[in-house]
C-alpha cells in the first residue's frame, strides 16, 4: 500500500475515509459527511485534545466532511484545502451549503438584525464563504443561516481581485499565530494563502506543499536580486512575498506578527533560524 499524507487523507490506523479504499488498509471505512463550520473560526488539531497545537483554522461557512464525532470532536477533512484534523463538534452544523459571496475585507461582522447598534453575532475573516438570501436592508443583507452581513464587505463568488501583493499588505500587523488561518492571527503560509485565495487561486495550507504547488518554479540568482513583484520565496518552513526592493512581507516569530522587511536584511536571519541557504522562488 501507498504512504500518503496524513494531511490530506483522512485515515488511522482504525479508520479510514470510504475513498481510500485500496490505497489504505484499515479494519473500518468511513464515508464522510457533509458539514459546516458555524463560529467564527474552528481549530483543526492533530488530535482530539485542546492542549494540542493548532495545524490550521476552518473559516466561518468553510464546508467540511466528518469522519466521526466522538467525545465532543469530530474528526474532518477540510473542502477549501483538503486538511485533515479533529475540531469541537460544536462548532459544525450538520449540513454544507454552497457559497454565494464570500468575505472580501479583512473582516467584518455578523449581526442579529440589520442595525449597527445590535451586538454582533460573530467576527469573521477574510474569505469566509457566504451564502445570502435576496433579502436586503439597509445595507445588509441576510445569510441563509440567519444573522445579516455588511454588504460592501462582500464579493459575489467568482468576483477576484488581481494583486495578491496588494492583498497580503492589509495584513501587516496581524499578529503572527502558529496554525492561524484570520485576520486575528495567522502564520507565513496562511498568509500566502489567504492572499492568494482573494484573487482566485486555490493553494494548499503548509509551506512546504505550497512550494511544489503554487504556479511555476522561478530560477532566480542565489541573491533573489532578479525577483519580480508577487514571486513567493520559500525556505524550510518559512515563506512570504516579494513586493519590491525594499518590501519583503511575511508573517515570522521574530516579530510575532505580519511585518515588511527588505529581503535582503532577513535572508540570513532566516537562514540562520531554518537551516536553508537556498531558497526557492514560485511566480503564481
Known amino acids: 500500500m501507498e504512504s500518503l499524507d496524513r494531511r490530506l487523507n483522512a485515515y488511522r490506523a482504525d479508520l479510514a475515509d470510504t475513498r481510500l479504499r485500496g490505497k489504505i488498509e484499515a479494519p473500518a471505512y468511513a464515508p464522510g459527511v457533509p458539514a459546516r463550520i458555524k463560529c467564527a473560526a474552528a481549530a483543526l488539531r492533530p488530535a482530539p485534545d485542546s492542549g494540542r497545537s493548532i495545524d490550521t483554522e476552518l473559516l466561518y461557512g468553510e464546508n467540511v ?88 464587505h462582500l464579493a459575489q463568488v467568482g468576483n477576484h481581485e488581481t494583486d495578491h501583493c496588494d492583498v497580503a499588505l492589509r495584513f501587516i500587523g496581524t499578529p503572527y499565530l502558529w496554525g492561524g488561518r484570520t485576520s486575528l492571527g495567522l502564520d507565513c503560509s496562511a498568509l500566502v494563502q489567504m492572499s492568494l485565495m482573494r484573487c482566485g487561486v486555490q493553494v494548499p495550507r503548509d509551506s512546504d506543499m505550497q512550494e511544489h504547488a503554487i504556479g511555476r518554479q522561478a530560477i532566480c540568482e542565489h541573491d533573489l536580486s532578479d525577483l519580480r513583484r508577487g514571486d513567493i520565496v520559500y525556505w524550510k518552513g518559512h515563506c512570504g512575498i516579494w513586493i519590491d526592493s525594499s518590501t519583503f512581507i511575511h508573517a515570522n516569530a521574530t516579530d510575532m506578527a505580519v511585518a515588511i522587511q527588505p529581503l535582503r536584511r532577513i535572508l540570513k536571519h532566516v537562514a540562520d533560524a531554518t537551516g536553508d541557504d537556498n531558497p526557492r522562488v514560485r511566480r503564481p
Open 65 to 152: 466532511l466528518v469522519f466521526e464525532r466522538k467525545d465532543g470532536w469530530a474528526w474532518v477533512q477540510a473542502e477549501t484545502d483538503g486538511y485533515v484534523g479533529y475540531t469541537e463538534a460544536d462548532a459544525l452544523t450538520d449540513t454544507s451549503t454552497v457559497a454565494t459571496h464570500s468575505v472580501a475585507v479583512l473582516r467584518t461582522f455578523v449581526y442579529p438584525q440589520p442595525d449597527l447598534k445590535s451586538p454582533p453575532l460573530h467576527l469573521i475573516s477574510m474569505n469566509a464563504p457566504l451564502r445570502l438570501t435576496e433579502t436586503e436592508r439597509d445595507g445588509f443583507r441576510l445569510l441563509e443561516e440567519g444573522g445579516w452581513v455588511v454588504v460592501r
